[in-house]
């Protein structure tokens, strides 16, 4: 992993990013600049500073964010990733429905292959969470730690957080494939099983008939009777209700539900459909527009309503799949490219 170098600025973001124009830069090597202004100051050390202004910012580094730092990098542009270590993608036991996997294949190894792919082409690689984004000059500054860095274009892949069930285990349950949030991804693994869903609402009852696709063995699990018209589309579908506190149990491989007045049962498969939350804010505060789930509302380049800056993967998704995010990220990259000019 390449630490980011902190640099020692001769000049503010904004004259930096000044610089950026029509004959005030030359190009002196991948992702550095000669800049005519400072032509006193030794080639090795004005190209130092100047490294620090990037032309494209990712903050995210799952699928989204590693793919489009990938193409950006191929495309001979200067790029930095930044993660806080909470990508989704993480979380994944053995993904089978990712193109070219034909045994599957796990979250992180998928993350790790990206990676090390993107370091092949000298992608910076930080291990920090991003913790303001502002506009500065014709780009923007975000600041990390005690330390900030400028870049002309932004790419956010920040992605969403799944709201976890209150049950005792519940991380360990979901690397071993008990607690599952993403019937797209992995119903099929769920075929002919005991599958409970969790949660309130039209939400949960839309999972439960996804599902029932799968297995007619689904349940509702609810702390609260449903409505008289939830209930008749459950018992339509074929999908059973329960009744139950929401302290369930994780145990021998499979999720108890102890009490309740349908006493004792036991379920192979957990899909919680507790809801989101999405990682829209930072450009949300710069202006973006989002949708009513928070998702980043984009056009067909990627491009949110605030200029330069682009968005990618499930912080503009409702479909949170690993190809849609490696789509998106590739429409981004390239729009990202030309708009540098």
Known sequence: MKALTSISWRATSDDVLSWFSPGKSTV????????????????????????????????????AGLTAAIYL????????????GKSR?????KSHNYPGFPSGVSGRELLDRLERQAESYDVELVRERISLLE???????????????????????????????????????????????????DAYEAIDRRIAIMGPGAGALAKARFLRHYSDRVTLVLQKAPSSEHLA????????????????????????????????????????????????AMAVRLGAASNEDGCLVVDGHQQTTVDGIYAAGDVVSDLHQISV?????????TAIHKSLG
């Open 73 to 84: 990098a191929r495309y001979r542009r200067s790029v930095a990733v930044f993660d806080d």
């Open 89 to 93: 993608a993480a979380w994944i036991p």
């Open 28 to 63: 002196c090597g991948p992702g550095y600049y000669f800049v005519p202004r400072y032509a006193a100051t030794s080639a090795m050390e004005l190209c130092r500073i100047v490294r620090d202004v990037l032309d494209c910012l990712i903050v995210g580094g799952g699928p």
């Open 325 to 333: 995010a490696a789509g998106h990220a590739a429409v981004a990259a």
């Open 233 to 280: 589309e459950a018992k339509e579908a074929g999908i059973s209700i329960r009744l139950a506190d929401p302290q369930l149990e994780i145990r021998d491989g499979a999720i108890h539900v102890s009490n309740g007045p349908n006493g004792a049962e036991t379920f192979d498969v957990l899909y919680p459909a507790l809801g989101c939350s999405v990682g829209s």
């Open 135 to 185: 506009k500065s000059g014709t780009g923007f500054r975000a600041v990390y730690g005690d330390r900030e860095i400028a870049a002309r274009r932004v790419l956010l892949a920040t992605g969403i957080v799944d709201e976890a069930p209150d049950i005792q285990g519940v991380e360990k349950a979901v690397l071993e494939g008990i607690v599952r949030y993403c019937p797209v991804c």
